[in-house]
T-cell receptor, first 109, second 111 residues
Framework: GIQVEQSPPDLILQEGANSTLRCNFS?????LQWFHQNPWGQLINLFY???GTKQNGRLSATTVATERYSLLYISSSQTTDSGVYFC???????????FGQGTRLTINP | DAMVIQNPRYQVTQFGKPVTLSCSQT?????MYWYQQKSSQAPKLLFH???????NEADTPDNFQSRRPNTSFCFLDIRSPGLGDAAMYLC??????????FGEGSRLTVL
């Protein structure tokens, strides 16, 4: 099956810093999503980004489908950005998301 | 406004005592999913419905069943919960071009 690898597994930063999270996947995908899991466990949909670049406030994402990777950028980090960030891809267009293992981001005040 | 609603948010049960978790959606999406997420792990798909068509993942234990009586509701039944079934259970619907949209989750504790 498709493999989804995220890096780094853990990232600790000071408030105000910028960060880049990476997602590599092993096969062609139809869709890719980035999620933030908040402390209560809910998965918040950040981006639906099978290709190209999108921006939403301090967050932006880029997917290069031909090279099988996606990047999530967080600028001017805030403590509320802490949590686990998941990349997930669908296989064979079935919208059955396969998740990476996540990046745990900790933003210290 | 919440569009995917899961109940209960927290469920405590005893070993072997059946549990039902519910999920409702106001989006009228035809695809609904149940994921299981154990502590410090990624969510893992248990099964999904495309309309009434049920699709079970090959490694989903028989202890887990699901029902979808109509478009809006989907239930997860755990017939005989074991300690290893303690997890967060996440329901999602398919937004099409917007991808999957998740509810807040139901956290199950097994004593």
């Amino acid at each position: 099956g498709i493999q989804v690898e995220q890096s780094p597994p853990d990232l600790i930063l000071q408030e105000g810093a910028n960060s880049t999270l990476r997602c590599n996947f092993s096969d062609s995908v139809n869709n890719l999503q980035w999620f933030h899991q908040n402390p209560w466990g809910q998965l918040i949909n950040l981006f639906y980004i099978p290709s190209g670049t999108k921006q939403n406030g301090r967050l932006s994402a880029t997917t290069v489908a031909t090279e099988r990777y996606s990047l999530l950028y967080i600028s001017s980090s805030q403590t509320t950005d802490s949590g686990v960030y998941f990349c997930a891809v669908d296989i064979q267009g079935a919208q059955k998301l396969v998740f990476g293992q996540g990046t745990r981001l900790t933003i210290n005040p | 406004d919440a569009m995917v609603i899961q109940n209960p948010r927290y469920q405590v049960t005893q070993f072997g005592k059946p549990v039902t978790l519910s999920c409702s959606q106001t989006l009228n999406h035809n695809v609904m999913y149940w994921y299981q997420q154990k502590s410090s792990q990624a969510p893992k798909l248990l099964f999904h419905y495309y309309d009434k068509d049920f699709n079970n993942e090959a490694d989903t234990p028989d202890n887990f069943q699901s029902r979808r009586p109509n478009t809006s509701f989907c239930f997860l039944d755990i017939r005989s919960p074991g300690l290893g079934d303690a997890a967060m259970y996440l329901c999602a619907t398919n937004r099409g071009a917007g991808g999957l949209f998740f509810g807040e989750g139901s956290r199950l504790t097994v004593l």
